[in-house]
């Protein structure tokens, strides 16, 4: 069974920079479209960035677009985030999730079935 896992979530002032990693386990994700989500205290959690199984498609919320890239090295099997320009506005638990029904909005949660656990971002200074 697939297990998705990620890392590299922290403390960071604002314009600072953090790599998220989003390690799978028990399949390959070679097949499969992974998206990146946040969810932020009291607020619903939110499509933030898109990339299709061959990393030749990506997409961004346009809040993060020009700041965030996403990225895939399948032949280690995991997905990455990288943030830059940090903003308080940021900070949210992140979380990658494979996609598992096509045709629909990219963030669509239902889109999706696989998750991780989640990693803290915390933007401040």
């Known amino acids: 069974q697939l297990q998705l896992v990620e890392s590299g979530g922290g403390l960071v002032q604002p314009g600072g920079s953090l790599r998220l990693s989003c390690a799978a386990s028990g399949s390959t994700l070679d097949q499969n479209a992974i998206g990146w989500f946040r969810q932020a205290p009291g607020k619903e959690r939110e499509g933030v960035s898109y990339?299709?199984?061959?990393?030749?498609?990506?997409t961004y919320a346009d809040s993060v677009k020009g700041r965030f890239t996403i990225s895939r090295d399948n032949a280690k099997n995991t997905v990455y985030l990288q943030m830059n320009s940090l903003k308080p506005e940021d900070t949210a638990i992140y979380y990658c999730a494979r996609r598992f029904k096509y045709g629909t909005l990219w963030y669509l949660i239902n889109s999706y079935d696989y998750w991780g656990q989640g990693t803290q971002v915390t933007v401040s200074s």
């Open positions: 990339i299709s199984s061959s990393g030749s498609l990506t």
